[in-house]
């Protein structure tokens, strides 16, 4: 089956600690994306792919950074300078918006949540 | 830039009621526009998008969702929820050519028996 497979479910990280969160997918998607999700607010961009060796920031790419060497993977890692990472993390792909065909919608894996001890 | 405002953070209702969740949009674009469901600690799962023809839009699980360019509105609706459809609900936006969404803050809808 296709799809998206983020690990671990959970993670626990002492302060001052870098984790990183892994997102595997096999559906030969191009663009790849990480989001954060606190109670109340949505999801809100951190990074995004559109392919293979290049990545931008989103919105709050502030203490986070991210690789791109495989189509497949796009692991974030949270760093030490994130000042408040306790949150429910989710990896997306997608096509590119202008392919012949696309769905124009983003596919989502089963998220990682991240508790900082 | 878009943005994307849904309009109840709260939403309960009864056992086979109707429901409506409330979704606006800023955008000098065309757009295209997703409902997407959330149960607890999973991932997101698309009930419906928008992208363009028919302003009504059917989608899975029995919901549905209208088109409204003039008052920038994507309403969501459901004539007789289940207790299974209590879960968060996101509406999302796009631009045609953008590969990023932007997404409300959500609706909880708590069904009750």
């Known amino acids: 089956d296709g799809g998206i497979t983020q690990s671990p479910k959970y993670l626990f990280r002492k302060e001052g600690q870098n984790v990183t969160l892994s997102c595997e997918q096999n559906?030969?998607?191009?663009?790849m994306y990480w989001y954060r999700q606190d109670p109340g607010q949505g999801l809100r961009l951190i990074y995004y792919?559109?392919?293979?060796?290049?990545?931008q920031k989103g919105d709050i790419a502030e203490g986070y950074s991210v690789s791109r060497e495989k189509k497949e993977s796009f692991p974030l890692t949270v760093t030490s300078a994130q000042k408040n990472p306790t949150a429910f993390y989710l990896c997306?792909?997608?096509?590119?918006?202008?392919?012949?065909?696309?769905?124009?919608?983003?596919?989502f894996g089963p998220g990682t949540r991240l508790t900082v001890l | 830039a878009q943005s994307v405002t849904q309009l109840d953070s709260q939403v309960p209702v009864f056992e086979e009621a109707p429901v409506e969740l409330r979704c606006n949009y800023s955008?000098?674009?065309?757009?295209?526009l997703f409902w997407y469901v959330q149960y607890p600690n999973q991932g997101l799962q698309l009930l419906l998008k928008?992208?363009?023809?028919?302003?009504l839009v059917k989608g899975i699980n029995g919901f549905e969702a209208e088109f409204n360019k003039s008052q920038t509105s994507f309403h969501l609706r459901k004539p007789s929820v289940h207790i299974s459809d209590t879960a968060e609900y996101f509406c999302?936006?796009?631009?045609?050519?953008?590969?990023?969404?932007?997404f409300g803050a959500g609706t909880t809808v708590t069904v009750r028996a």
């Open positions: 997306a792909s997608r096509t590119p918006p202008r392919d012949r065909g696309t769905n124009n919608e983003q596919f």
């Open positions: 559906l030969n998607h191009d663009a």
């Open positions: 792919s559109q392919i293979v060796n290049d990545f």
């Open positions: 955008s000098s674009v065309s757009v295209y």
């Open positions: 928008y992208l363009s023809g028919s302003t």
């Open positions: 999302a936006v796009s631009e045609w050519d953008d590969y990023k969404l932007s």
